[in-house]
């Protein structure tokens, strides 16, 4: 049996023709190592992408240039801010979810800018 091939082979191609079975069985690989470099990247978006816990947004700060070109009672300013929004969004996902436990949290996140100290307190 042979069939007519329209702009692939222009020589007739029969069944069992070895060089047929090459160019598919390239096709297939090259299907196959394509479909896995799709695999890779969809992954490596994912977990490039993913959203960050709120407890990393004072890491995230210290590794802007304002912070690093800061001095010491600015950078202390800046991670008083930065957890003084954690709080109170810690408030706010609290009272949107009826829990009273949301606070008791942010008081925490509040209270301590390093190690226990109060944030407000002068060095």
Known sequence: M????????????????????????LIVITLVVLGLALIAVAVWLIRSTRVDPPEMAVL???????????????????????????????????????DS??????SEAAGSADGGEPADSVR
Request: hydrophobic share 40%.
């Open 101 to 106: 436990a949301g606070t008791d949290t942010a």
């Open 60 to 98: 995230e700060l210290m590794t802007t240039h304002a912070y690093l070109s800061a001095d010491t009672e600015e950078r202390e300013r800046m991670i008083e801010r930065v957890l003084a929004e954690m709080a109170e969004a810690d408030v706010d996902s609290g009272e949107a979810n009826g």
């Open 2 to 25: 042979t069939c007519q091939t329209r702009g692939v082979l222009p020589a007739q191609v029969t069944v069992g023709d070895p060089t047929a079975a090459r160019l598919v069985l």
